[in-house]
């Protein structure tokens, strides 16, 4: 089975959902528990949460009050302890303390509400209050904050530029809403009337422009979250809000500039998560989900929702997913000059009105083209055409080389439209068959017919086979084709009867007295570019990583738009991936005005080598061809394809190698793959015991401890002598300068095959790193005071990881032989505070081994252990071997046809661990080449007289590739590549 990486839904709903629910023998919160907000405090995460209550009476008023709860939870999954935590107790929340939001900062958690002053309810009696607590038992102050309607206030963790940060929601009852920013010279301008009515005045300044249309809302959802890619806000889009037979809620988020939040780098341009579950559908207000909370862990946002203002719900998404889906420029499919195609001809009488929507099928070395042809009276043909570099025609037919023939797809009386009309071609063995829909001009059905490869490609059209319906005589059915191979012994027949596309398991294509049946498949999704109804395009097309599936899709604007599926290899009723954004849309004027306007409607499509042909009809009047790699169709669907081998250096990344359980050796002998294995085993702890008994001089029944104080001595005493010969300070710049410049003058160094300086300038340019420019105070990446190769590797740091498979996907596409050249390995020296990942890391990203450089940074207070100068030393010369390493790697690449490819592939993360993996037998030869180096930086320094540090590094070599586990179950590895 083959492995894929395949891009998830952006939000996984948790299966334990809903994590709260009401408590009917509990008064305060027995009809709705809603909109929660997490916390961390203790090691614990309190959920802050919006209780409804029974009805109770205030002032007079009967009502469902809402007080805010409190719950805690060791996993944020499953809650205890639920208690009342705000509830009214002044005039201006007299009538409820609604929908919290929580931020803990500089040791007190600040609880922001919606307090209602008046009921029922008016905008002027709704605005926002706060709470301050500093343990989260009780509450030490409150206060109200906007004198204006507001609501959805909450602060961002973290002083930014010394100052306090907010954001809330100006006018939500008062249409159009705002979401707006305000910043804080301290606290108490957080609840201050004078400093609201002035910021007030002109709110408008503070506005960040998320509604995309007039008649959609935007609320503030969850508190800001820190990520390494900027502030992320995560909010209520609701579309069509003021309409409610349209209305949808959805959840969306968009990213602001760490320094500053008033700029926005990158947002969503679709829902992150609409109403689909039973508890989002049902409940006190059916059919809402309203973001509320989240927190961030590793690289996974827990989400917190309220589900139809009844329940608090719990979703998952990942990150650095979210964070490539808000920046990636889309894939889309490209036209070639010369669209369209074909197009009608006015002297031909059955092709006089229109030439739309084509089969294909590559068979001989060309493209056969079969596409619908219509004339004046309506009636549809079938037309062919060739065409041998799959765009331009380099053979049409005079005549159409199908027409009706059946009862059932001529016309049933006279007037109507009818015949043979949006043809699917696929190849079974030695056999063609064709689905179209069989018109009368009262009902359309599937119908089929097949003809012979000999015939077909001599063009003997009256070989046709007579059509059969295959649908049912009384429902419309359109849109139909077969898989090309069987599934569980039976064949897959798509087809789509109402707005979804259906499919059923036949076990042959005799369908005589068996119509096909109706098993709901692939579903529009309320609220996208797919909403309304959804069909096949051409036949499913088979690659490494399973069945890629062209579909069309029609807006709730009647815009016939193109996306693509990827099915299961194995299971191709399993869907892996589907198009979030369309890759095709009405733009050219042939696609968008016509019989049909704003229509792209594919129904053929061919593979060539690596490139789709994708044919389609163009506003039911015109054909036309679109291609895309199959590369960037899994790009497009956020799966990672399968690899291809570039050798053993060139490794697959996380394949381990497969080997034969018996070999032959170099002389002709044969032997067991396991026993050599064990064998190579048993040697490593012969020398392991030599090692400790021998040159350390232990006894042999020296304890687990002794082994690894004496080891420990080896490490202290390196530590020790590399402080006298290679200088400086470590925690400052200048000292961690001076100590690499030390390393490299002793330590052998050569150049490495690179990417040249004005090739980093092209990639930054096209993949400019958000974060880095703020980090030295700048606005472009022109500004920073770096060669453009440093920008580069520093970039890597700054970034995160999906700017590393924008650089990846970079090279796949554009990387070339002369983009690299001979460079000197140069090292680079920062302050840890610029970029802390360097330390954290610990190793070179791949991103400094393409440009030859080497990062180091100073070490913070506190941080280094007791061999601080061993580690270092170590580091800078492990990344050495690599850099020349990989550049020789590179450098046999050139040649080869897809030298971007192998590049890309050589350096991808998820390496492996296995003994045997690709990855540790490369890894294997740079600890021997690190060894042989040491063994000449010990000739050097004996040389000039050190020869302290020189037996120190001897001991060193002499344990290099030792491990063992101790009497005690202690694995004590000496290895010196381990000690970083």
């Not at 089975?1 to 023998?25: C, W, Y």
């Not at 009050?65 to 996993?75: C, F, V």
């Not at 044919?615 to 394809?641: F, K, M, N, Q, W």
């Not at 000039?944 to 590094?953: F, M, N, Q, R």
Request: net charge negative.
């Amino acid at each position: 089975m083959m492995l894929l990486f395949a891009r998830r839904m952006l939000a996984q709903r948790s299966e334990v959902n809903p994590v709260l629910r009401p408590n009917p023998s509990v008064s305060w919160e027995a009809e709705a528990v809603f909109n929660g907000c997490p916390v961390r405090k203790d090691g614990k995460i309190c959920l802050l949460y919006r209780a409804l209550s029974s009805f109770e009476t205030v002032d007079g008023v009967t009502l469902r009050l809402s007080r805010i709860g409190l719950a805690e939870s060791e996993d944020g999954v499953e809650f205890y302890g639920r208690r009342v935590f705000i509830y009214p107790e002044h005039r201006w929340e007299w009538f409820g303390c609604e929908d919290p939001r929580v931020t803990e900062l500089d040791g007190k958690y600040y609880v922001f509400y919606t307090a209602l002053s008046q009921w029922p309810p008016t905008p002027d009696g709704i605005k926002v209050a706060v709470a301050v607590s500093r343990d989260l038992r009780r509450v030490e102050e409150k206060h109200l904050v906007t004198p204006f309607n507001a609501k959805a206030m909450a602060l961002f963790p973290e002083r930014i530029n010394g100052s306090l940060w907010a954001v809330l929601t100006v006018h939500t009852d008062k249409p159009p809403a705002r979401i707006c920013l305000a910043s804080f010279e301290d606290e108490s301008e957080l609840w201050s009337e004078d400093y609201w009515r002035k910021w007030y005045s002109e709110f408008d300044k503070h506005s960040l422009p998320l509604q995309r249309r007039p008649q959609d809302h935007i609320e503030v959802g969850a508190p800001p979250i820190e990520t390494p890619y900027g502030w992320l806000l995560i909010y209520s889009y609701i579309r069509d809000y003021f309409s409610p037979q349209k209305r949808l809620f959805g959840i969306e988020a968009v990213l602001l500039d760490l320094r500053n939040p008033a700029r926005i780098i990158a947002r969503t341009d679709s829902p992150i998560l609409t109403p689909g579950e039973y508890y989002e559908r049902i409940g006190m207000v059916p059919n809402v989900v309203f973001p509320s909370g989240a927190l961030l862990e590793d690289d996974t946002i827990y989400l917190y929702y309220g589900a139809a203002d009844t329940t608090c719900c719990l979703a998952y998404i990942n990150l650095p997913l979210l964070v490539w889906t808000m920046r990636e420029k889309p894939v889309k499919l490209v036209r070639p000059q010369g669209n369209p195609i074909i197009t009608p001809v006015r002297s031909h009488y059955w092709e006089a009105k229109a030439t739309f929507n084509p089969a294909a099928i590559y068979l001989g070395g060309k493209v056969h083209i079969i596409y619908r042809a219509q004339s004046e009276d309506n009636t549809s043909v079938l037309g062919y055409a060739t065409s041998e570099d799959g765009v331009k025609i380099t053979y049409r037919s005079p005549e159409p080389i199908y027409v009706p023939r059946a009862p059932f797809e001529k016309k049933a009386a006279p007037g109507l439209g009818s015949g043979c009309e949006d043809p699917r071609m696929v190849l079974i063995g030695d056999k063609i068959y064709m689905t179209y829909t069989a018109y009368d001009g009262l009902n359309a059905r599937v119908a089929l017919t097949s003809i012979s490869v000999d015939d077909f490609l001599a063009g003997r059209w009256d070989k046709w086979s007579y059509p059969v319906i295959i649908s049912p005589y009384d429902v419309f059915d359109k849109n139909s084709c077969i898989f090309p191979e069987k599934y569980m012994d039976s064949f897959i027949v798509v087809h789509r009867m109402g707005d979804c596309i259906d499919y059923e398991l036949r076990e042959n294509l005799d369908f005589t007295g068996k119509p096909l049946k109706h098993h709901s498949w692939i579903f529009p999704r309320k609220g996208m570019w797919d909403s309304r109804k959804v069909g096949i395009g051409p036949p499913p097309i088979k690659i490494r990583e399973g069945w890629l599936l062209f579909y069309h899709g029609v807006s709730e604007e009647g815009v016939y738009r193109v996306g693509v599926l990827l099915l299961d290899p194995e299971n191709p009723l399993r869907v892996i991936a589907r198009s979030e954004e369309p890759l095709m849309e009405p733009e050219e004027w042939y696609e968008r005005w016509g019989q049909v306007p704003n229509v792209v409607f594919p129904c053929g499509a061919v593979l060539i080598e690596d490139t789709i042909f994708l044919y389609y009809g163009g506003a039911d009047t015109v054909v036309g061809v679109a291609t895309i790699s199959v590369r960037d169709v899994l790009r497009h669907l956020g799966v990672e394809p399968a690899p291809e081998w570039v050798t053993l250096e060139g490794f697959i990344p996380g394949a381990p190698l497969t080997l034969p359980s018996v070999m032959m050796s170099l002389d002709g002998r044969s032997f067991r793959v396991e026993e050599a294995y064990r064998a190579v085993l048993d040697r490593r702890k012969r020398e392991f015991e030599k090692f400790i008994f021998e040159r350390l001089r232990l006894p042999r029944d020296a304890s687990s401890s002794k082994i690894i104080e004496a080891v420990k001595s080896i490490m202290l005493r390196l530590e020790e002598e590399l402080g006298k010969v290679f200088q400086g300070d470590l925690y400052s710049v200048d000292g961690v300068k001076r100590f690499v410049d030390s390393v490299l003058s002793y330590f052998p160094h050569g150049e490495t095959f690179a990417l040249k300086t004005e090739v980093a300038q092209q990639i930054l340019k096209d993949n400019p790193p958000i974060n880095l420019p703020s980090k030295f105070g700048c606005n472009l990446i022109e500004e920073i005071p770096c060669e453009y190769c440093d920008i580069l590797a520093l970039a890597s740091f700054s970034e995160g990881r999906e700017y590393d498979n924008r650089i990846w996907r970079w090279l796949e596409s554009n990387a070339k032989p002369d983009h690299f050249g001979q460079v000197s390995i140069k090292p680079i020296v920062v302050e840890h505070e610029l970029l802390p990942m360097v330390l954290e890391l610990r190793e070179g990203t791949a991103i400094s081994r393409l440009t030859g450089r080497v990062i180091v940074s100073t070490l913070k207070a506190g941080v280094g252990g007791e061999f601080p100068r061993l580690r270092a030393f170590i580091r800078i010369a492990k990344h050495i071997v690599e850099l020349e390493r990989f550049g020789e790697m590179w450098k046999s690449f050139v040649g080869k046809r897809k030298f971007g490819v192998s590049v890309a592939n050589s350096i991808r993360e998820h390496w492996g661990v296995e003994a045997l993996s690709a990855h540790s037998i490369f890894e294997n030869k740079n600890h021997r080449i690190f060894v042989e180096r040491l063994k000449k930086t010990v000739e050097k320094l004996k040389e000039e007289g050190h020869t302290s540090l020189a037996e120190a590094i001897e001991n060193m070599i002499a344990c290099y590739h030792l491990a063992s586990t101790l009497p005690d179950g202690t694995f004590l590895p000496c290895s010196a590549w381990t000690w970083t």
